[in-house]
């Protein structure tokens, strides 16, 4: 016979009280005790293609080292969409993980709240020679808005440079030796390796997207090779000589419409490029092991002189450390950082991009390990030239040319698609950024 | 008297209760209360603040919501939301009836149709929208090759401003069609035969056994898929988000798409709650639109 199970409110709350509290006991982890077990260090990274598995060879290489040295590396991949808000949300509990990749300059905000913090001192304690680094990149690292203090310790440096279809270059009678050195050379070969059928292209002489990414970095770095600045070099003034920037917006506008060696309905422009729909190609040297591995045909070169000045995008990724309520953290954390970029040869040669230490660079081996020099020495050597980088200030993601989603691509979006006219688009970018220099 | 009183609270305390339905009922509750209600709730503060999940939010009242209604962005994603409830509504009703009334002739190859028209629901949008991406590609996809043989030029379905919100809507029509198709199916499987015979007997041709029996019958269901397929287009994002990422300049961009952007990518999330609280009563009131205009006599 069944029987019903009856309690009293009394009873019923008493129970419900024992049930949370068991529930809450088991949710916390035992406290973390010092010296007992291996410390271990936890790092978020993004990376999730053929450059994330070089890395976590690298974090790999790390735990090997120092299997019996009591420390570890525990790498999380969190997908790149998410990571800010994810790391955020850690850090406001106070959960972050210790150390995890972050873009140069485009951090300000974190350095602002806290979530990111200073290093200068405990990169001295732990004897990381940044004497080593390039003084550019160390310079990228800082926010000279918050002490001009290093928040980044600078891990590759990339830059832009065109990728080109040696197939394409011969198939049009071209010398692949002979790569363009100016903007009125390049849209010549553009137009000999552009296919069309009718008023159509079918293949892109100048590999471009109608939106997102691609057009609206290759106005920024044509428009600063035209003499626009985003920012001025105090960070007080946005969008200086504007002319130049519309200039900039009128060339791209022109390899679709004008020179028609582009079209805009190409979709993903990693997948065109690397299936031959596409002859010129400008990227990062996040694409190398990709393309290396499906045998595509092509060499990198630098950057052309389109205006005034050569330069392209500069892109400086490293390890930025997140607050933490234990402050004894930092200075394990920094040892083990210590250890990645000391031991970076392999990611600066098969991983992504350039080392930012000489002594790396100055390394023998250097240009013969890992990829080609055909596909790879433009992504070294052609960090000379790349200057466009980030603004750091608060609103810096506004000012990022490397974007398909922010406010500067959205706006030009509108000027690639005709929606709006090139005047009014550098009238509203001036506007928004003088905003946000103003805003700190 | 005091007592007496006492007592009688404490009889009422101590008598016994089946608590047990209530325990049953909490496993839906409370996670319920939890995740949808409290939310809601912490939303419609956080529109009045500025928060970026680390710190406290700061109160800076109606800012927001100015803000939004100076963004033109914002109102790109909210008349392309319209617009996605305009095409895609009206497209899942009348091709899931249209499949139902196949499915429920029992003619030939309907046991396989009703198969076929309800399996794209049960893949997940994202896989819709990677599958849809190669069908509507401008130069290789499948649609455009077909739509060649009749001599019509490659259509940018999804690269063109013109274009691209039909893009998304054919593969959301798509994936949607086979709630709409079921629930159809089921309510006329439920209309009494009957009434078909008396229709038959009176002569009524199948038009008018459609028109006059069949419809008013199904009005029920009608204004629930109607509902539903409503709600569901207002808050368009996956399809969106992996077929276009919103462009070729906004131009299919949704609201819950924006407020993603806005809160994930920028960490904005007093300005994306905002935008929620002015889609959430979008929604409200175009649902009482609808249940007023549809209701039940």
Redesign the interface.
Known sequence: MAK???????Q?AKAVGKTALLATAATFPAPFVKGADPITINHWSWLAASDGEIWAQMINSFNDAHKDKGVQIKMEVIPE??Y??KV??A??TGNAPDFGWGTAGQRA??AQ???IVPLDDVAKQTGLDLADFSEFSLKMARYPKYDNKLFMIPMDLMSLQPEVNIDHVKEAGLDPAAFPQDGATLIEWAKAMTKREGD?V?RSGIMM????VQPTVTWGIVAEQMGFQRASDDLKTAAVNPEAGKAAMQWVLDLFDTHKVST????DRYKAFGTG?GSVFWTGPWTLNGYVEQKLPFHTYLFPKIGEKQLTYFEMGGMEFYVQPDEARYEASMQAVKWLSDNSFLWTTKGRGASPRTSLLNHPDYKTAGHSWDVRGAFVDGMAIATAGEIPVLAG?NFTIYS???FLA?TL??V??G?KKIDQAMAEIQEQWQKDLDAG | MAMKAARGRRSADEEPVDWVAYVFVAFFTIPFLLFNIAPIFFGAYVSFTKWGIFGKPKWVGLQNFRDAFNDEFVGIAFTNTVLYGLVIVPCVVVIGFTFALYVNQRWPLSALARTLFFSPYVVSATVIGLVWVWMLDTQFGLINHYLGYLGIDNVPWLTSTNWSLLGVSIASVWWDLGLAFVLFLAALQDVPRDLYEAAEVDGASRWQRLWLIILPQLRPVISLVVTLQLISTLRIFSQVYVMTNGGPASSSSSVIFYMYNEAIQRQLFGYASAVAMLLFLLIIAITIIHRVAIRER
């Open positions: 019903t199970m009856s309690l009293s409110r009394r019923f969409e998410q800010n808000t955020l949300a850090a406001a905000q974190w709240d806290g979530v159509k079918t997207t109608g939106s997102g805009r309905d190409v979709t729909q993601p398909g989603g922010n959205k979006e509108q690639w698609a929606q």
